[in-house]
């Protein structure tokens, strides 16, 4: 029943508050995600960690096609439920402060993708997944055009025809398993004991690999990224890099792993290489960009280049340091393009050139935002560290080589980092009577919770570990 | 089906609606009844009835549409609707066939009212072209129909579905070449029919001239009827020959969704692109055609709802749209969402269904059809069919980005009760049974 309560939740609220108006909308966006994140909680202080799934729920849908809805939680979607729960309040929070048009319409649509990405999260029955999988898309293509910047129109059409020719060849895939398997089951389990039918694995790993790679992206799957992430809103940007990334990474070891152990052990060194190749490839363009947004863009591939390399390891060390660097880089991430917003907002200045001493005027936000840089640059004692080494360790057992080439995510990601917060923040101030009011109170709020979680998880990531690791073994055998 | 002897033209259209409502219960009450009529002329199953209920719901949301489409046209109301319901009544003939006299009487009977209806707009050009041409090029099906019904009855001695199934039975392995070349022409025949490519030139032509209450039934019961009959043909009749044409469907399904999809990506007008939408469309259906020895009626009938659900909501907004705005292109929709919010919102739910996107009905009908068709060992053409939905997806955003993307026209749209009745119904039974698709899925 809990996974059908956290289901409910957000799809009310996304209904309730289409007939809400103004910042009655917004208030009670805050309300339902804080309701959320408290059942999240209370699912997560019950959940007994065994290895196998809990809350399950299990109805049949129809009897041909057999189609089945199967929902339960293990740790690992109990820690991207934890995520995507905790994100949401604070990326509704950050709109406070802000004028918006038609902000009950933003903020149904922001719910319905929570109701979407929770779905996700929680669904052990292939076709559900593959439906709440597309459920996610629509709310953020309409967030992202409605509300987004230059180009929208451009730039948003391709982000959802790219994403959705990866979810068709998904779809394909799954029609393959559901063809293959005697059953015409697509239940986890069922996937998960006999592994891929009979099907042709090399197949279905490509067509499952494509589909997660755009989303992740992987290079050279990522063109879609840069310009959606500059254009959309900043709420719609947090809930694309914090949480909708996840979903590939996530899916990755949900999906493609178990259901396809042969094709993947197969392919393994190309997805490897791939990953590695994207976190040098962005690295080295985040340090040439000139826009703050577009840096940030390709800072988060060259991140998420890494979980997925790590990932394609194959081993525990690898797993679970997906798992921890994706629970940070999401709250990373999202404060990062806080943070950028708000300089937007208060400068209306969108390049790293041309700002500085930003710190004299606004001391605070200059803090806080040296410490999510902190944790974004993978300093020890900061949530970064903890998934970058683990992950680092794990491409090593690999091959020396490429680790040597995925260390380098640590060294140019201090430097484009670094550079641009000494260029906009410190320094003396270029642009004459610049007016920057300090942290608003919702602000304040978003930073410092995103910060201290930063060094919580840093310094105490246990939890998480304890979390997923009966699962992640699993995985291995 | 007398309905036309009304004298009062403002009855008509309420008298007509209240009759088809009728008629409907009457039709439901038939179910699990399996009777046959006139010398087994005229058979009713189970199939027959479900797709008879699906062809006068259609038939009544668009009556309700005609009652604000024809105000300006008082004087021929009476004409139209009654054309209209004889389009029914050879769409009713199709689904209930037993023979293939009665399926050419169908046929006929639906095309005859509909060449007219093509060229109701007397005083348009466009309109005339559309009529003239429909009928030429229909005229060319139909001889072809009955020459192949004609060639099959030569080999086979009768036009009794099940007598030509038994003679092809029986006779399995010296079945005349006649029986062939008449199943060929029988097929080509029902290609045109149902726009499959390479027969589909008409279509666009005759979409895009018919006024549009016209266009929105020749796409949504038109191409339902000429559907059910095809799969009927196929299913029961073909069913032991059907090696021999399997090829050529494949090869037509495979051009259908190539021509279809790739034609709609360059349309401007709104019609014309249903039009190309409908001629793809009509390739997802042609898998079910390919797998009808499986009996995939379900699938079919699944699919036709969803489609129509989808296509008459469209409709439904762009005919107001179209009226105010004086023209025909997507730029109509132009800001739409700025005026009118809530109609915009609902043709971007109907653009999303025709794409295949969940959670409406249309995507799980997809999902039928391509599991069939893998199921029945057509990888590649599910694999393009799975392609071509993706191009699918450029050409119906368009709409959606016209109407939030680009400033607004100064058209105001008249606000209708019924056009609204029509709306939210479609989008409401739209996205119902793509949650609960249970009790349609399975109707069979």
New interface residues.
């Given amino acids: 029943m809990l996974s059908l309560t956290l289901l409910s939740i957000p799809l009310i609220a996304a209904i309730l508050l289409l007939f809400s108006r103004g910042n009655l909308s917004r208030n009670l966006a805050l309300v339902f995600t804080l309701v959320q994140l408290v059942f999240t909680v209370y699912a997560y202080t019950v959940f007994k960690n065994e290895g196998s799934a809990a809350f399950e729920f299990l109805a049949n849908?129809?009897?041909?096609?057999v189609?089945n809805i199967h929902f339960a939680m293990d740790g690992m979607s109990l820690v991207m439920l934890m995520l995507t729960n905790l994100l949401l309040p604070l990326i509704v929070l950050s709109g406070y402060n802000r004028e918006m048009e038609?902000p009950h319409?933003f903020y149904s649509l922001m719910l319905f993708m929570q109701f979407a990405l929770n779905g996700v999260f929680i669904s052990f029955d292939g076709?559900i997944y593959?439906?709440f999988w597309?459920?996610a898309?629509?709310p953020i293509y309409?967030i992202a055009?409605?509300w987004g910047g230059e180009n929208?129109?451009k730039v948003t059409?391709k982000f959802?025809?790219y994403t959705?020719?990866g979810s068709?060849?998904m779809?394909?895939a799954f029609?393959?398993l559901?063809?293959g398997s005697p059953a015409h089951s697509l239940d986890w389990s069922s996937l998960t004991n006999n592994p891929a039918c009979s099907c042709n694995q090399t197949w279905l790993f490509w067509l499952f690999f494509i589909a997660f790679a755009i989303k992740i992206p992987i290079i050279p799957f990522h063109t879609w990224q840069p310009d959606t992430y500059a254009t959309a809103p900043t709420q719609g940007t947090m809930l694309l890099s914090g949480i909708m990334l996840k979903m590939g990474t996530y899916s990755l070891l949900r999906w493609l792993i178990p259901v396809v152990p042969a094709g993947v052990a197969e392919w393994q060194y190309v997805a490897i290489t791939l990953s590695v190749i994207g976190i040098v490839y962005a690295s080295v363009i985040a340090i040439m960009q000139k826009d703050l947004k577009r840096l940030l863009a390709y800072s988060s591939i060259a991140h998420v280049g890494l979980i997925s390399a790590g990932i394609f390891t194959l081993n525990l060390s690898g797993f679970q340091g997906s798992m921890v660097q994706m629970f940070a880089h999401g709250l990373n991430v999202v404060g990062l393009f806080y943070c950028a917003d708000i300089i937007l907002n208060r400068t209306k200045h969108h390049e790293i050139e041309g700002l500085g001493g930003i710190r004299l005027i606004a001391p605070k936000f200059a803090t806080w935002f040296m410490i999510v840089i902190l944790g974004s640059v993978a300093l020890p004692l900061t949530n970064g560290f903890v998934g970058e080494f683990m992950l680092l360790f794990s491409v090593y057992q690999y091959n020396t080589w490429l680790a040597v080439f995925a260390g380098l995510t640590i060294i140019l990601g201090a430097v484009y980092m670094l550079r641009m917060y000494q260029k906009m923040v410190l320094g003396t101030a270029i642009k004459e009577n610049m007016v920057f009011p300090d942290l608003y109170w919702n602000e304040k709020i978003v930073l410092v919770t995103i910060g201290i979680l930063i060094f919580v998880m840093g310094i105490f990531p246990r939890p998480i570990m304890e979390l997923t690791e009966p699962v992640l073994k699993n995985l291995i055998k | 089906m007398v309905l036309e002897i009304f004298n009062v033209r403002k009855l008509i259209v309420p008298a007509l609606v209240l009759g088809l409502a009728l008629i409907f219960g009457l039709n439901l009450n038939d179910w699990n009844s399996n009777q046959s009529f006139f010398n087994n002329m005229v058979r009713i199953d189970n199939f027959s009835v479900a797709f008879s209920g699906l062809a006068i719901f259609v038939t009544l949301l668009i009556f309700i549409l005609a009652t604000d489409y024809y105000t300006d046209d008082q004087n021929h109301i009476s004409d139209y609707m009654a054309i209209l319901t004889f389009i029914l009544v050879g769409a009713l003939m199709m689904f209930n066939y037993a023979n293939l006299t009665m399926l050419f009487l169908g046929i006929e009977t639906l095309s005859i009212a509909l060449y007219v209806m093509a060229g109701s707009k007397r005083f348009d050009i466009r309109s005339n072209e559309a009529g003239f041409k429909y009928f030429l090029m229909g005229s060319f099906a139909s001889g072809f129909l009955l020459f192949g019904i004609a060639l099959i009855y030569g080999a086979s001695g009768s036009f009794d579905l099940s007598k030509i199934a038994d003679y092809t039975i029986q006779h399995q392995q010296n079945i005349s070449p006649l029986f062939y070349t008449g199943m060929f022409l029988v097929v080509f025949a029902m290609l045109f029919k149902v726009s499959a490519a390479p027969f589909h030139f008409w279509a666009p032509d005759v979409y895009h001239g018919s006024p549009a209450l016209v266009t929105a039934y020749m796409s949504t019961l038109v191409k339902i009827a000429a559907f059910a009959a095809f799969y009927k043909l196929m299913s029961t009749t073909f069913f032991y020959a059907f090696e021999k044409v399997a090829p050529v469907l494949a090869i037509s399904a495979i051009i259908t969704l190539a021509v279809g999809n790739l034609m709609a990506l360059a349309q401007t007008n709104f019609k014309r692109l249903l039009a190309y939408s409908g001629i793809s469309h009509a390739g997802y259906l042609m898998l079910i055609i390919l797998t009808a020895k499986n009996q995939t009626a379900?699938a079919l009938f699944y699919y036709s709802l969803a489609y129509a659900l989808s296509t008459l909501a469209a409709f439904a907004v762009a005919i107001p749209v179209f009226k105010a705005a004086k023209s025909e292109d997507i730029s109509a929709f132009n800001g739409l969402?700025k005026k009118n919010?809530i109609h915009a919102a609902a043709l971007s739910m109907a653009m999303?269904g025709l794409a295949g996107?969940?959670?409406f009905a249309g995507?799980l009908g997809k999902?039928?059809i391509?599991?069939?068709a893998?199921?029945s060992d057509y990888f590649y053409t599910?694999?393009i069919a799975?392609?071509a939905?993706?191009i699918g997806?450029?050409y119906y955003?368009k709409v959606i980005?016209a109407m939030?993307?680009q400033p607004a026209n100064e058209a105001k749209m008249e606000q209708s009760f019924n056009y609204n009745l029509v709306l939210g119904v479609c989008i409401v039974l739209s996205i119902l049974f793509g949650i609960l698709?249970?009790p349609i899925?399975?109707i069979f």
């Fill in positions: 849908w129809s009897v041909k096609p189609l038609r319409v076709f593959y439906i597309e459920l898309l629509i309409f055009f409605n929208r129109a059409l959802f025809i959705l020719a068709l060849l779809l394909f029609l393959f559901y063809n | 379900g969402a919010p999303i996107i969940p959670p995507f999902y039928y391509f599991t069939e893998l199921q599910t694999l799975i392609f939905s993706m997806v450029y955003f980005i939030y993307g698709p249970g899925l399975n």
